[in-house]
């Protein structure tokens, strides 16, 4: 088969992928496509990319083994029901439908291999962060095929089933909370001086460099934090304030909270 892997659904999140993996290399133009049924949609991302795109899920899992589920969760079951839509053993279907379970895709594809991801929005710009579960049949070699394609648009951690609501928590719903983080900062840069535009361009290259420090020198960041507070300095009289504000606690219940929000609507 010519086409390694294919998107069901070529909305926001297949975009991003897509562009990730055309862009790192792992596949090539040629070796991707999609299907949407909208005309629009697939004029889109036809010419965005250099992809195929076709119209219907049926073609699109006859043209490949690969397959990404990339709809809403309330449009799966009309997908499901789609005729001549053959989806089988020969497939891995990686799913990143928020919310609905393995055992449930297990049900509607019974035959085939199922990894489930939960990712986040900032693989829009290459730097998603994403948990991921293998169903029953998927075997190592697929779950390697889906982490190259995570990796591709940014980093990824095999967690259990039962922990991807906290990977919701953690890293799904978290770009919300590092934006008000970087919101505020940046007031507190207005506040002492600073025009608006460069105090929210120091704030999130801050955070930036924060992250990588962490990533790149692997250190834990409470040491990172020890290092740059000086006796006497600048920085600890900071860190009193945030310690004041129950700022850390703040944060691991904004995290908790999200998780069992999650949990909740994956009980419904
Ligand atoms: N956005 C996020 O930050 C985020 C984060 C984590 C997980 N997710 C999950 O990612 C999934 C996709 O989200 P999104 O934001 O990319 O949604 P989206 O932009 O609305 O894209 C959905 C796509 O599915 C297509 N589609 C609908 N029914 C179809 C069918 N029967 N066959 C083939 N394609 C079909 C739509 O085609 P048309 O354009 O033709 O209607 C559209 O291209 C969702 O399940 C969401 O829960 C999203």
């Known amino acids: 088969m010519s086409v390694k892997i294919g998107f069901i659904g070529a909305g926001k999140m297949a975009s991003a992928m897509i562009g990730g993996i055309i862009s790192s290399g792992l596949y090539a133009k040629d070796e991707v496509a999609a ?3 909208s005309a629009s949609t697939r004029n889109e991302v036809a010419s965005k990319y250099g992809i195929k795109a076709y119209e219907t899920a049926a073609e699109m899992a006859a043209a490949t083994d690969f397959l990404v589920l990339a709809v809403k969760p309330y449009q799966l079951q009309g997908l499901f029901a789609e005729d001549g839509l053959a989806i089988g053993s020969s497939h891995l279907v ?10 449930d895709l297990e049900a509607y594809v019974p035959d085939s291999k ?4 939960m990712p986040n929005h900032c693989c829009l710009v290459g730097e998603g962060a994403a948990g991921y579960s293998r169903g029953t049949k998927a075997t190592d070699g697929d779950v390697e095929k889906v982490r190259s394609v995570l990796s591709s648009s940014g980093a990824a951690e095999e967690v259990r089933e039962s922990d991807l609501d906290a990977v919701t928590g953690l890293a799904g719903s978290s770009p919300a909370f590092m934006y008000m983080v970087i919101d505020a900062m940046a007031d507190g840069g207005v506040l002492c001086g600073i025009p608006r535009d460069k105090a929210i361009r120091l704030a999130a290259q801050s955070m930036l460099g924060a992250a990588k420090m962490v990533l790149e020198t692997g250190e834990h960041p409470d040491k990172l934090k020890d290092g740059v507070c ?9 860190v009193r304030v945030l310690e004041d504000s129950c700022v850390r606690s703040a944060f691991i219940a904004a995290v908790e909270a999200s998780t069992l929000k999650s949990r909740e609507m994956g009980r419904k």
């Not at 990143?96 to 393995?102: E, R, T, W």
């Open 114 to 117: 199922i990894v489930r991801v």
């Open 35 to 37: 299907c949407a049924p």
């Open 230 to 238: 000086s006796p006497g300095g600048t920085t600890i009289e900071g």
């Open 94 to 103: 990686m799913s990143i439908v928020a919310g609905v379970k393995i055992a």
